[in-house]
């Protein structure tokens, strides 16, 4: 990646050992795909090597709900119904959490933007380097989804076919026996967000193919082959 440290190690720069820097990009990354791409699985996988923290807007909503907060109350019908929540919502949710310490490097965003006004305004907030786009066809999303449970402890993401616990009922990542599954994974709402993707969201893929930072990732195959494509398509 262009503004790797390591990539442009000058004289003038104490020497720093590579594996001791807590975070080399300087800008922003973004996963871009449709619901169940996979952008959650390979955020978890890319996060150490990037050294940028994940932000998801889903998991943001979904604590919002949790916690009853006006934003959640405000999120919950849409998220429901399947529907995009309205961009002012979702953009003063990023303005703030960009403010956090842990993004002064920029961050991987998963699952934002999701419309244009929302790639917009994320322009104006910090650099974005790459978009990532996953790409699965509709025909594998709904297996996906409605497959899909996650650690209520660490949040690790599984499949009840695709991505099972080695261990039946322990999380690989941290051990816990707990596990959800999200309201809004069943079939009839997953056709709402698969709208809501193509009708709202993939035009985003022109615009940012049109600035010269959107990159293409066969999301079809086993998740390790992602993940390296991905890593590579960042160096
Ligand atoms: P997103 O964040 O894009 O909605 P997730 O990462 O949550 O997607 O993945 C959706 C579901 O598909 C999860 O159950 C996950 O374990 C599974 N999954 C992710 N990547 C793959 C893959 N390459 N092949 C098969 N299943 C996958
Ligand atoms: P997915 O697995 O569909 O990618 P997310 O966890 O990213 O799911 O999003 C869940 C729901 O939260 C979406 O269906 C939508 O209602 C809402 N949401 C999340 N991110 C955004 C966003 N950037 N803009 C509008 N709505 C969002
Ligand atoms: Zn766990």
């Not at 978890?44 to 932000?55: A, C, F, K």
């Not at 949710?93 to 920029?106: F, H, P, T, V």
């Not at 497959?147 to 209520?152: E, F, L, N």
Request: proline share 6%.
């Amino acid at each position: 990646m262009a503004a790797l440290w390591s990539s442009v190690a000058s004289p003038a720069r104490p020497t720093v050992k590579k594996e001791s820097l807590p975070a080399l990009i300087m800008e922003s990354i973004v996963l871009f795909g449709p619901p169940g791409a996979g952008k959650g699985t390979q955020a978890q996988r890319i996060m150490e090597s990037t050294g940028l923290p994940q932000v998801s807007t889903g998991d943001m909503l979904r604590a919002a709900v949790a916690a009853g907060t006006p934003t959640g109350i405000e999120a919950k019908k849409y998220m429901d119904a399947g529907q995009l929540v309205p961009d002012e919502v979702i953009i003063d949710l990023i303005k703030d959490r960009i403010q956090e310490d842990d993004a002064s490097n920029g961050v991987m965003f998963d699952g934002f933007p999701r419309t244009i006004p929302q790639a917009e305004a994320l322009s104006t907030i910090t650099a974005v380097s790459h978009v990532v786009a996953i790409e699965v066809p509709d025909e594998r999303i709904v297996e996906r989804i409605c497959g899909r449970y996650t650690c209520a402890d660490c949040s690790a993401v599984f499949h009840d076919t695709f991505n099972p616990t080695t261990k039946e009922g322990v999380c690989d990542s941290c051990g816990s026996s707990n596990f959800k599954r999200r309201a809004d994974d069943n079939a009839d709402t997953v056709m709402s967000r698969l709208n809501a993707y193509h009708e709202q969201t993939s035009p985003l893929a022109a615009w940012y193919d049109s600035k010269g930072i959107f990159f293409r990732i066969d999301g079809d195959r086993d998740i390790d082959s992602i993940t390296q494509d991905i890593l590579t398509t960042l160096e």
